[in-house]
């Protein structure tokens, strides 16, 4: 255990100077390199600003005007049918919309029912599972401006959906059903 925190520590230090070698031996002038990405990062950083505020208000809107608690309560019997234990539907739901919240769902469901628990490792599951679909084509299409994201949207709500199912069909096969 004591070599995995010294490799873990002395393996990012490692990575930068094997990079800036490698730039030196290219000719590359790695300092004016780098200075000129922390130009770029601090621009896409301010253009993307207005797609955040617009996507958390958003999130937002959709929580606090219980749509959110609409959806659970429609698709609560769905869900209780098919074994999905309905306490990680929100997680569901939301992972795709905001890593915070969902991250914040997950630590309350393991805080609740604990990590060892069906609901608590369903949560850890579909917490790794998952992307964050909406937050992802918001700030890199926005960064880049593409506007036409219907496509990658299907796809990435496919694949969410896809990590959702095998999140449950392996938490049930390695540790039983709720």
Same mark, same amino acid.
């Given at each position: 255990?004591?070599?995995?925190?010294?490799?873990?520590?002395?393996?990012?230090?490692?990575?930068? #100077?094997?990079?800036?070698?490698?730039?030196?031996?290219?000719?590359?002038?790695?300092?004016?390199?780098?200075?000129?990405?922390?130009?770029?990062?601090?621009?896409?950083?301010?253009?993307?600003?207005?797609?955040?505020?617009?996507?958390?208000?958003?999130?937002? #809107?959709?929580?606090?005007?219980?749509?959110?608690?609409?959806?659970?309560?429609?698709?609560?019997?769905?869900?209780?049918?098919?074994?999905?234990?309905?306490? &990680? #539907?929100?997680?569901?739901?939301?992972?795709?919309?905001?890593?915070?919240?969902?991250?914040?769902?997950?630590?309350?469901?393991?805080?609740?029912?604990?990590?060892?628990?069906?609901?608590?490792?369903?949560?850890?599951?579909?917490?790794?599972?998952?992307?964050?679909?909406?937050? &992802?084509?918001?700030?890199?299409?926005?960064? &880049?401006?593409?506007?036409?994201?219907?496509?990658?949207?299907? &796809?990435?709500?496919?694949?969410?959906?896809?990590?959702?199912?095998?999140?449950?069909?392996?938490?049930?096969?390695?540790?039983?059903?709720?």
């Amino acid at each position: 255990m004591e070599f995995i925190n010294w490799l873990s520590l002395a393996l990012i230090p490692f990575i930068i #100077v094997t990079i800036l070698l490698y730039g030196t031996f290219k000719k590359v002038p790695t300092y004016e390199a780098f200075v000129e990405g922390g130009k770029e990062g601090i621009q896409i950083a301010f253009s993307i600003i207005p797609y955040l505020v617009g996507m958390l208000v958003a999130i937002t #809107v959709f929580r606090a005007s219980g749509a959110l608690d609409f959806f659970m309560n429609l698709l609560k019997p769905v869900f209780s049918a098919v074994g999905i234990p309905t306490e &990680v #539907v929100p997680l569901g739901l939301i992972r795709p919309i905001s890593g915070t919240a969902a991250l914040g769902m997950t630590t309350d469901l393991i805080a609740v029912y604990g990590p060892d628990s069906f609901i608590g490792r369903l949560a850890s599951v579909m917490q790794g599972s998952t992307d964050t679909t909406l937050y &992802v084509l918001t700030v890199y299409f926005g960064a &880049v401006g593409i506007k036409k994201m219907g496509d990658a949207l299907k &796809v990435g709500l496919l694949a969410d959906l896809a990590g959702i199912i095998a999140s449950v069909i392996i938490v049930t096969l390695l540790f039983g059903s709720a």
